[in-house]
C-alpha cells in the first residue's frame, strides 16, 4: 500500500507539470527533467507492438531546451493555447530510488480563432526519482491514441 504524503506528491507533481505547459512556463517545464532524461511522444500503435518510432525522442536535458528555443524563437507557428487535464495517477512501484506511475491526460487546443478542440489523448508512463527531496522525471513516455497528429505537435504533451 502506498502512503497518502507520497500519494499526494505525485499528484502534485503531475499536476503542476500540466500548468507549467499550460501557462507556458518553459524553464519551469525544463525543471521537471533530470539531466540524463528521456522524453518521447509515441502513438499506442507503435508501443503496443514495441516499434520505435516516435512523433518527438528527445534524450537529454540539453535536447528539451533545444526544442523550448525552437518553440519560442526559430519555429513559425501559428499561436495556441493548451488545456490539459490530467487524471489521479496511479503509482505502479516504488523502490528506494525511484516511482513507476502512470496517468491518462487529454489536451485541449484552442487557436486563435477562439473554437477548442481535442488534441491529443493519452497516458504519460513515468519513471520518477528523488532528487534532493524533490521529484524528477527520468523517463516520461507520453503514449497517445489518437490515428493522428492534428497538423503538427509544436508544444510539449
Sequence with gaps: MIDFELYQQVQDFYQDYAMSIDSEQWDKWIDFFVEDCVYKIQSRDNFDNNFPLSALALSSKGMLKDRI??????????HYYQTHVVSTPRILK???????????YAVFRTKQDGIAEVYNVGRYIDRLVRVDGKLLIESRRCIFDNEMILN?????I
Design 69 to 78: 528555443y525552437g518553440i519560442t524563437e526559430t519555429i513559425y507557428h501559428e
Design 152 to 156: 503538427s505537435m509544436i508544444y510539449p
Design 94 to 104: 516504488v523502490t528506494e530510488n525511484h516511482i513507476e506511475s502512470e496517468a491518462r
